[in-house]
C-alpha cells in the first residue's frame, strides 16, 4: 500500500475530524481557568507545568477545545474557523527554542459555525487568519502533549465590560454537552508594570497588595460571588493594582460564568510569582 504524501494524510486527517466532530450529546465537559505566566513555562519543567499536566489526568479527551485567551483582543468577537492554525510567537526577548515551539493541533471549522449559530445575542465573525496564540498552546500543550484535539480561539472584544463577557459565556454553555472542553487562559493578578523580574525564580514573593486580591478573588469564588468579580473595580485598591487592565482577568470571567450551580471550583497553581503574577489555575467540576 502506498504511503500518502504529508500533505494528503494532513487533508485525509482533517476529513476524519470533520466526519467525528458531529456535536451530539455527552456528558457535560468540565470548565477550566489556566493561569498561563511567563512564556517560558512552555518549556521549562516546574511546579506550573507539572499542576497542568497533574489536572490532565482528572480530564475526560473532549471532542475539541475552545480558548478565550487573553492575547487575542478585537473590536467585535471572532473565531478561528481554519483547518489547520499557526502556532503563533506572540512575544519578544526570548530564547530561540521558545520560537523553535510548535503545537500543529487541527482546527475545528463545524465547532465555529456552532459557536457562531449558540451566540444569538451579537453576530460572532469568522476569522481565518489568527491562530493559536502563547496563551492557548503554552498551556494545552501539557494537557494534550499529542496536540490530537481540534481547538480553536475565541477573541476578546476590547470595547466591552466584564459584565458584557459574562452574558456572552453564558450562551456558550451548550457547547460543554456536546464534548467541548472550555478554557479561559489569562492571569487573575496581573501586573507587568509592578513584577520584581529580579525575584521571577524566587518561589512565593509576593506584593502585600497581590496577596490581598488573590485571597479576595478565591473568597468571591467560594462564594459564588461572581456579580463582585464582574465588579471588580469596585473591591477596593488591591484590586484595582491586580487588574490594570483586564485582558488576562476576563478569560477567568468566561469560565466563572460557565460554573453551574451543582459544580465547585478546585484551585490549584495557586502562587504568585515577581510580586505581581498570580499563576492561580482553577477546574469547575460536578461537586
Request: hydrophobic share 40%; proline share 6%; net charge negative.
Amino acid at each position: 500500500m502506498a504511503l500518502l504524501p504529508l500533505g494528503a494524510a494532513a487533508m485525509k486527517l482533517n476529513s476524519l475530524y470533520a466526519i467525528s466532530q458531529k456535536f451530539e450529546p455527552t456528558e457535560r465537559m468540565p470548565v477550566l481557568f489556566l493561569g498561563h505566566g511567563n512564556p517560558m513555562n512552555a518549556i521549562d519543567t516546574n511546579i506550573f507545568t507539572q499542576g497542568f499536566e497533574s489536572i490532565a489526568k482528572t480530564l475526560p479527551k473532549p471532542n475539541a477545545i475552545l480558548c478565550i485567551s487573553a492575547h487575542w483582543e478585537t473590536k467585535g468577537t471572532y473565531v478561528t474557523a481554519m483547518e489547520n492554525p499557526k502556532t503563533i510567537h506572540d512575544f519578544g526577548g526570548f530564547p530561540q527554542a521558545l520560537f523553535d515551539v510548535q503545537y500543529p493541533a487541527p482546527g475545528s471549522p463545524i465547532l465555529a459555525k456552532e459557536i457562531k449559530k449558540s451566540i444569538s445575542s451579537i453576530n460572532v465573525e469568522l476569522d481565518y487568519d489568527w491562530g493559536l496564540d502563547h496563551g492557548t498552546w503554552s498551556v494545552i500543550k501539557f494537557l494534550y502533549p499529542k496536540a490530537d484535539i481540534p481547538i480553536i480561539q475565541m477573541s476578546i472584544d476590547y470595547s466591552q465590560p466584564a459584565s458584557y463577557h459574562y452574558a456572552l459565556a453564558k450562551e456558550l454553555a451548550s457547547l460543554r454537552r456536546k464534548g467541548v472542553l472550555i478554557i479561559g487562559s489569562g492571569n487573575s493578578v496581573h501586573n507587568l508594570g509592578t513584577a520584581a523580574w529580579d525575584k521571577m525564580s524566587t518561589p512565593g514573593y509576593a506584593y502585600e497588595w497581590a496577596t490581598i486580591a488573590n485571597e479576595k478573588i478565591k473568597d468571591f469564588i467560594i462564594k459564588g460571588d461572581h456579580n463582585s468579580l464582574i465588579n471588580f473595580d469596585k473591591q477596593g485598591r488591591e484590586m484595582l493594582l491586580a487588574v490594570p487592565t483586564p485582558e488576562h482577568y476576563l478569560p477567568m470571567i468566561y469560565s466563572l460564568a460557565l460554573q453551574e450551580k451543582d459544580e465547585q471550583a478546585v484551585f490549584y497553581n495557586d502562587s504568585i510569582i515577581a510580586g505581581s503574577l498570580n499563576m492561580l489555575s482553577i477546574k469547575f467540576e460536578k461537586i
